[in-house]
């Protein structure tokens, strides 16, 4: 079970952490909840329905691991039109509040898990996840991936198969050893989610 997700009865699945690699994942975490910001709390007395109608940004995130986690709705290239970048622009201004929040939810989530793994006080021990907080997991690992891979330029084309090839001087090296890691630990996730 040593560094990949097995499958348990009644669903969910379990994974072996050691001290070091919870301190790691749950750091990897905060700094993405950083990156993606908080989140707008109905202020006290507010009707929170009214939070689901407040309107968000509509242009892209500058920053672009950002950028990667809340995508434009559609493909943008030189010849884009003007009609199509409104419609991006509004489609954003409805959903990306949502989708923060939700990123967010499954941060938080991991970092939940990780503490209640942390605070029994073995230095290391099994994770058991529910289904419910696999989905959570799953969600964060996936930012993380998305948002590691963009700062280390991954792109499409070469699936960061240079990255195996680093020499250990290299200073993106610990940065490229997670990257793998989170993988690693998705695809096992996915696979015990699998029917």
Known sequence: MAGQFEAIPGGGAA???DEVEISILRSLVVQLLELIGPGDE??????????????????????????????????????????????????RRFTENDLRS?????????????????????GGAVLKLTPDDCR????ALNDLRLTIGNRLDVSDEDEGESLYRLPDSDPRKPMVMAYLWLGALQETLIETMMP
């Open 15 to 17: 994974v072996a952490l």
């Open 136 to 139: 959570h997991w799953l969600g």
């Open 102 to 122: 939700r990123k967010r939810e499954d941060g938080l989530a991991v970092v939940r898990t990780l503490d209640a793994l942390s605070a029994s006080g073995e």
């Open 42 to 91: 109905p202020a006290k007395g507010e009707d929170p329905l009214a939070a689901l109608f407040t309107e968000g940004p509509s242009k892209p995130p500058s920053d672009p691991a950002l950028a990667r986690l809340f995508p434009d709705a559609y493909g943008f290239g030189d010849d884009t039109d003007d009609e199509l970048r409104e419609y991006a622009s509004e489609f």
